[in-house]
């Protein structure tokens, strides 16, 4: 269990305090407006050049993936549908040749997933996400790397909005309402 917590640690999945245990960490607007800012950035370097280097194999995954996705009820499959976007949003980036980029992607998700469930609940189903999905996949095939880059970093911005707004109303204290 110690060995566990250690990798999730050191992945800044949970927070190890000497003497103390671990602690997941705390969730706030300014340390999600770095995460995002990082995952902006990273992915769509890491988008761009898999759109450079990517084969057939890649295109062919692409098209499969956002159309599982596409295909599965979000409300009814919760799970399959988390495992089906983890596996378009790798894809997408799948023939990046750098594997410390693709490899800190990864590990960018992950933190993100975090933020992406204190939002969820707020962003769909108002949310038309296999429409921006569709976006950035018809992009990346016609290999349009600047518009394709543009719409993955808006799909992100996008998500961070719901999450701010979330984070927001969490962090506001109620107010007290007369009875007069």
């Not at 995460?35 to 990273?42: A, F, G």
């Not at 295109?59 to 159309?67: D, F, N, P, S």
């Not at 469930?117 to 990346?140: F, G, W």
């Not at 707004?165 to 506001?172: K, V």
Request: glycine content about 4%.
């Amino acid at each position: 269990m110690r060995e566990a917590l250690s990798i999730l640690s050191s992945e800044q999945l949970v927070i190890r305090n000497e003497q103390r245990g671990f602690w997941a960490p705390e969730i706030s607007a300014e340390d999600f407006a770095v995460l995002l800012d990082t995952r902006c950035r990273i992915e769509t370097m890491a988008f761009a050049d898999a759109i450079a280097h990517g084969g057939p194999a890649w295109e062919e995954r692409i098209v499969l993936l956002q159309y599982r996705l596409g295909a599965l009820d979000r409300q009814a499959d919760a799970k399959g549908w988390e495992i089906a976007h983890r596996e378009f949003h790798t894809a997408l980036i799948a023939a990046c040749p750098s594997v410390y980029m693709l490899n800190f992607c990864s590990q960018l998700y992950d933190l993100a997933v975090r933020y992406r469930n204190v939002a969820k609940l707020a962003a769909y189903p108002k949310r038309q996400i296999t429409d921006e999905h569709a976006a950035i996949s018809a992009a990346a095939l016609a290999r349009d790397s600047e518009k394709a880059v543009a719409l993955l970093a808006d799909h992100y911005r996008t998500t961070g909005q719901f999450v701010y707004q979330t984070l927001s109303n969490r962090e506001r204290p109620a107010t007290a309402h007369s009875a007069g």
